[in-house]
């Protein structure tokens, strides 16, 4: 399963190219192809909406997704645990949205589609499993 995150979604929706979102693309015209899409995830991208006809097309692509809440105590107590890692080692995550991500793909085992640099060192550190194939 792929987890795909707010900033290809950002991409996906504002038109905006990058290969992060031709695999978005790709992935969403597969029937087989399994996106879940975490809460955190949702409200990242429908938060930014300016336009009333945009938030209604996003949200009817988003209602055939199986959206998954992302967060729990023992979720929280890991993913704080692995910032912490990180910190330690000299690294610093922007986002704590982004911490939570992370920290929720690396628990179900689920592969990370993304465009941000917050997620590099999960990757490289934590087990995070991102997608390989887009460079």
Do not use: K, N
């Not at 809460?39 to 938060?47: A, G, Q, S």
């Not at 967060?71 to 911490?99: M, T």
Request: charged letters at 25%; proline letters at 4%.
């Amino acid at each position: 399963m792929v987890v795909v995150d707010s900033s290809v979604w950002i991409d996906f929706f504002s038109g905006r190219d990058s290969p992060e979102r031709g695999v978005l693309r790709t992935l969403l015209s597969q029937a087989e192809a399994r996106i879940v899409l975490p809460d955190l995830v949702l409200f990242e991208v429908l938060r930014g909406f300016r336009s009333e006809r945009d938030l209604r097309q996003a949200r009817q692509l988003f209602a055939g997704l199986s959206v998954e809440p992302t967060v729990g105590e023992a979720l929280a107590q890991e993913a704080a645990d692995q910032y912490r890692r990180l910190r330690s080692l000299g690294f610093s995550v922007r986002s704590p949205v982004d911490a939570l991500i992370a920290s929720f793909c690396i628990d179900r085992g689920h592969v990370l589609l993304h465009r941000d640099r917050d997620f590099l060192p999960y990757a490289e550190h934590c087990g995070l499993r991102v997608w390989q194939a887009l460079h």
